[in-house]
Structure formats: structure tokens, C-alpha cells
């Protein structure tokens, strides 16, 4: 039998992991206090609790906007640990926008997917230019989402110029099955519903699954399954296997402007 619960935990694998969130925390303050007014804090894009984002501007025109959303297991976190994970689109020229969302158990896991469908289209209008989508963990499950069909306008699809999921969540019924799910409360049908590889990808927007090598096999296998299913189905597909990563510094990339991981989401 699996154990499911000790599959999607990822903390207990990664020594220190705990201390990470008030260390992302100072981090992303003292970054955003140096951006001065290229920090655009607290945007309304919709209506409902938490549906805010911040909007951080290159020095200069920006050639497009990125738009990272953070994780958490739909459950935790907001847009304000992960502000420095934007330097690195940041100094090669690129807006980043970071929503926050609603989190379960207040939100279900579809009204999530709303949300962030929400922002990425308040973004296109705000913005000009192409749109890049990250997310890491739930948020690679919720920028996957955005590259299904008839989850976002063929306005906004069609200037997405890539995709990338970073230890995204791609098939959710096994979360169903874990301790996780006392919070989440997804049914079979929301997790199949909301399962990106069991959806009808964007053939046209190119899709990049990125994942840390020393990560937990669960994670592992969602970013192949994703990665099969979508090639399957025709999508522009792309894979790569961070070696020496875990799934917290699996995302560290995203400071250095020169790093794979920032090449690969702009290229």
C-alpha cells in the first residue's frame, strides 16, 4: 500500500525546510523595499479575500510580464514570501507579476484555478507584450491549468509565450487519498477535473516541466506524467531533472538572472 500522505510530504525530507518560510519572508521585504517605486504592492484583481497582486517593474521598457505563482498545497503562503524570486526576470528586462489567491479550506481547489485564470487576465490587460507563466508546487498545478483549453481567452492564450511548472501538482487524485485532503476537501471529481494531464492542453503555448532531481518520487512521477500525457496529446513539450535540488531550492534559480532556470522560462 502507499502511503500517501508520506508521498506528497515534502518538509520532512529536506532538513531546515521549516525555517525557510520566515527566512523568504525578510528576504522578499528587503527586496521590495529596494525596488522603491518599481514595487506596485497590493493590486485588486478581483472581488474576493486574497485576490491581490504585487507588480514589480524592470528599469526600462519591459519586454513582457512574468507571472509567478507561489506554492503551498493550495493551503498555505502568499504572494509576499516569494517577491525575490523575481530578480532574475527582473534584471533581464521582464515585469513580474505575484498573486496571491484564496486558500482552502475556504476556497476549493477549481475556485483557485479561477482566481488565478482572473489574474492573468487582469495582467494582459494592465500589460503589454508577451506573458510567461511559472509556479512552483500547487502554483506549477495552477499555471498548468492555464495552459488547458477553455481555461483562459484565445486573447490572452495567444500571447503566452511559455509555461513553465516547477514540482507541479499535474494529477491530484492520489491527493485525495492523503492526510492533505482533510484540509483541501477535493472529491474524485474535483481532483479529476482539475488534473492538468488529464485535460486537452494549448498546443500552442509552449510547456516546460522542471523539477529537482533529489525531490520526492511522487514529484518526480507527476512531472513525467504531465510531460507524457501532454506529448501525447501533441503539446510543445519540454523536461528537465535539476540535479542536486530539492523541492524548496529547486526554485532558487529565479534570483540569478543567468541561471537555467530563468533562460529556460524566457527563451
Not at 516569494?82 to 534584471?91: D, E, V, Y
Not at 495567444?158 to 491530484?172: K, N
Not at 488529464?198 to 506524467?225: F, K, M, Y
Request: net charge negative.
Amino acid at each position: 500500500m502507499i502511503d500517501w500522505t508520506d508521498a506528497f510530504d515534502n518538509s520532512s525530507y529536506v532538513q531546515g525546510s521549516d525555517r525557510l518560510p520566515d527566512l523568504w519572508a525578510k528576504e522578499a521585504a528587503s527586496f521590495r523595499s529596494g525596488l522603491g517605486q518599481r514595487a506596485q504592492v497590493g493590486l485588486a484583481y478581483g472581488a474576493y479575500p486574497r485576490e491581490w497582486l504585487d507588480l514589480f517593474l524592470p528599469e526600462g521598457a519591459a519586454k513582457g510580464t512574468v507571472v509567478f505563482v507561489h506554492g503551498g498545497y493550495w493551503h498555505k503562503l502568499d504572494r509576499s514570501y516569494f517577491s525575490h524570486f523575481a530578480a532574475g526576470p527582473l534584471a533581464k528586462g521582464w515585469a513580474v507579476a505575484m498573486p496571491s489567491y484564496p486558500l482552502a479550506p475556504e476556497a476549493s481547489i477549481s475556485a483557485i484555478t479561477t482566481s488565478i485564470s482572473r489574474a492573468v487576465r487582469f495582467v494582459a490587460k494592465a500589460q503589454e507584450g508577451p506573458l510567461r507563466l511559472i509556479g512552483h508546487s500547487a502554483g506549477g498545478h495552477l499555471v498548468s491549468r492555464m495552459a488547458c483549453a477553455e481555461v483562459l481567452p484565445d486573447d490572452v492564450t495567444e500571447r503566452i509565450a511559455r509555461v513553465v511548472s516547477v514540482s507541479g501538482l499535474h494529477m491530484l487524485e492520489p491527493i485525495t487519498l492523503s492526510a492533505m485532503n482533510d484540509t483541501l476537501g477535493m472529491s474524485e471529481e474535483e481532483a479529476r477535473e482539475e488534473s492538468p494531464a488529464l485535460a486537452e492542453p494549448l498546443t500552442d503555448v509552449p510547456v516546460t516541466v522542471w523539477v529537482g532531481a533529489e525531490e520526492r518520487p511522487e514529484l518526480i512521477r507527476q512531472t513525467r506524467l504531465l510531460a507524457e500525457a501532454w506529448t501525447l496529446e501533441g503539446a510543445d513539450m519540454s523536461s528537465h531533472y535539476e540535479r542536486g535540488r530539492n523541492h524548496f531550492d529547486v526554485i532558487d534559480g529565479l534570483r540569478l538572472p543567468d541561471s537555467n532556470l530563468t533562460k529556460e522560462l524566457l527563451r
